[in-house]
């Protein structure tokens, strides 16, 4: 079964850290790019960062630019999203998601999502 | 930045109805255009890209059209599981991928 599983997120207070995980399986994970969306409670769909397979090409959403920072591990089958910096704004359950093959294309297998809280 | 526009944010239908939603770019982005399917709690679903080509899996009752700047989402025939959020995405010109805003689907 094509799957991906995302972990990592929790209650981080402003100004902290946070790296979220996301685990592939069911797929060549290596012939793909990534990708992470967020969605604010209540809120529409964001899209945050995208990383080629090859992670020779990266691109992120003005909102996260110079505090997050996609990568990816082929190995591994893992994508990563470490979040410095956090605001209160950060807050959103966090996606991770598949381009189709061609490029560029739509998101066509997401992850469950995970929590991230940024809160003192 | 592309800016996504959807209409309407919400509205009702009963099962069975014919329902539209439409979404509007800020300018042309040929047919790189998704259309997803959000169930609350749940992450999105793709079933449509390429402005009109159906995901495998989806149901042929979902259909989609457009080219340009204007698209539709047309379910022929309500069922009780397709109440849920719609958003549509353009692909065309990014960074960023943007989103519309939501087209939220309630029973009648």
């Known amino acids: 079964e094509v799957q991906l599983v995302e972990s990592g997120g929790g209650l981080v207070q402003p100004g902290g850290s946070l790296r979220l995980s996301c685990a592939a399986s069911?797929?060549?994970?290596?012939?793909?790019?990534m990708n992470w969306v967020r969605q604010a409670p209540g809120k529409g769909l964001e899209w945050v960062s995208y990383?080629?397979?090859?992670?020779?090409?990266?691109y992120y959403a003005d909102s996260v630019k110079g505090r997050f920072t996609i990568s990816r591990d082929n190995a591994k089958n893992s994508l990563y999203l470490q979040m410095n910096s956090l605001r209160a704004e950060d807050t959103a359950v966090y996606y991770c998601?598949?381009?189709?093959?061609?490029?560029?294309?739509?998101?066509?297998?997401w992850g469950q999502g995970t929590m991230v809280t940024v809160s003192s | 930045a592309i800016r996504m526009t959807q209409s309407p944010s919400s509205f009702s239908a009963s099962t069975g109805d014919r329902v539209t939603i439409t979404c509007r770019a800020s300018q042309g982005i040929s047919s790189y255009l998704a259309w997803y399917q959000q169930k609350p709690g749940k992450a999105p679903k793709l079933l449509i890209y390429a402005a009109s080509t159906l995901q495998s899996g989806v149901p042929s009752r979902f259909s989609g059209s457009g080219s340009g700047t204007d698209f539709t989402l047309t379910i022929s025939c309500l069922q009780s599981e397709d109440f849920a959020t719609y958003y549509c995405?353009?692909?065309?010109?990014?960074?960023?991928?943007?989103f519309g805003q939501g087209t939220k689907l309630e029973i009648k």
């Open positions: 998601a598949r381009d189709r093959p061609r490029i560029p294309d739509a998101f066509d297998i």
């Open positions: 990383i080629s397979s090859s992670s020779s090409t990266i």
């Open positions: 069911g797929f060549t994970f290596s012939s793909y790019s």
């Open positions: 995405q353009q692909y065309y010109s990014y960074p960023p991928y943007t």
